[in-house]
């Protein structure tokens, strides 16, 4: 795993999820469009900031349960991914939600995508390259 440590400092970090359907599709998030808000209004992976005082793991536990109303076992961890601006915990878990119950705190909706769909969408965060990279170790 790559050092988080620039010029003695932490980068900030973050995590996130990959739920897979049984129909080889990836879940994804249309983000608010809140003024201000970074990647307004662009697909993105579910996730959120580790805060100080907790574990990636913990952290995705806690941001699905305050989204989503999930209550996730520890999922799976993909990869750690080292961006210029953080370090991205990529944790994934097979999953058939229902999106149409779920009822979000955060972002206007849920999708479905495919592989072909997600790849030609340019996603918040950088997220492309690992989602592409997210199909081909799942093919």
Not at 11 to 21: E, H
Not at 24 to 38: A, M, T, Y
Not at 121 to 134: D, K, R, S
Request: a negative charge; one cysteine or more.
């Amino acid at each position: 795993m790559d050092s988080p440590l620039i010029s003695g400092a932490m980068k900030p970090r973050g995590c996130s999820i990959v739920f897979l359907n049984r129909r080889n599709q990836i879940l994804l998030l249309l983000r608010d469009e809140k003024p201000g808000l970074p990647c307004a209004g662009m697909w993105d992976l579910p996730g959120g900031h580790v805060e100080a005082d907790e574990t990636p793991e913990q952290c995705i536990v806690r941001e699905m349960d305050e989204e989503m109303g999930l209550t996730l076992c520890p999922p799976a961890l993909f990869q750690v991914v080292a961006f210029d601006d953080r370090t991205e915990y990529v944790f994934w878990q097979p999953s058939d939600l229902d999106i149409h119950a779920i009822v979000l705190t955060e972002g206007q909706c849920l999708k479905w995508f495919d592989r072909d769909e997600a790849c030609g969408t340019v996603l918040a965060f950088g997220f492309n390259q690992l989602v592409e990279a997210f199909f081909a170790a799942m093919a």
